[in-house]
């Protein structure tokens, strides 16, 4: 526990991790702003996320046999954990290619194998696009490691098709580990805390196997 409250001050440092008022694309004003996808001008901080996302997965006993980063930020996290650890790596395009072979996924592709999805912040679409294009080539898709897990709903989406979510660590131990450090006030933390409660963006409608994302997504 101690690597994820260093890593959060130190993402709390760069700025990745900011309090205020930011309006969202809906138009509505959140407390919180998550820029993490500023970590990969940040070499060392790059290998260290990569490290916790891969042990984090050990540590809960994650079966599979490659990796694929959700596009883009998580790429190079994926890129790591692939050398570091000599697993193979995936990488999925967003669009293909109007020449060669117009695939969307690059690498070499063993059907029946099991594919372990790295992102950084959790986004259902994302991660539900990413393994419906893995599973479309015949690789089985059963668990997804995320750094932070914002707790607006997705956990939950993605266990109902199938996918475990493994957060390193969520929005709730980010506010205490910033509370007990005196970077935030207790105020901060229950302003932040009423508005992911009352804004639980990621919900499936009933009958439905398809994610809806509510017009207040954005990436907070």
Known sequence: MEDVKKLILELHD????????FKMKSGLLSP??????????????????????????KEAEVKFDC??????????????????????MLIRRKEANDYGTKQMIDGVINVGQVC??????TSGSSVLDTAWQL???GLNVKDA????????????????????LHPVF???TLLDVLLDAGRIDPDTRTSVKTFIEGNQIYTKPPG?????????ETRI
Not at 208 to 216: D, H, M, Q, T
């Open 14 to 21: 760069l700025g990745a991790v900011k309090f205020g008022e």
């Open 32 to 57: 919180i702003y998550f820029d993490l996808r500023l970590i990969v001008s940040y070499p060392d901080l790059v290998v260290e996320v990569s490290r916790l996302l891969y042990k984090h997965a």
């Open 67 to 88: 990796v694929c980063g959700v596009p883009y930020t998580a790429l190079p996290l994926a890129t790591v954990i692939s050398t570091t650890n000599k697993c193979p």
């Open 116 to 121: 372990l999805i790295i992102d950084v912040v």
């Open 135 to 137: 599973e479309k080539e």
């Open 145 to 164: 490691v995320v750094l932070l897990d914002r707790e607006q709903g997705v956990r939950d989406v993605l266990e109902s098709e199938g996918i475990t």
């Open 170 to 172: 969520t929005i709730s």
């Open 208 to 216: 439905s196997s398809s994610l809806r994302v509510g017009e207040e």
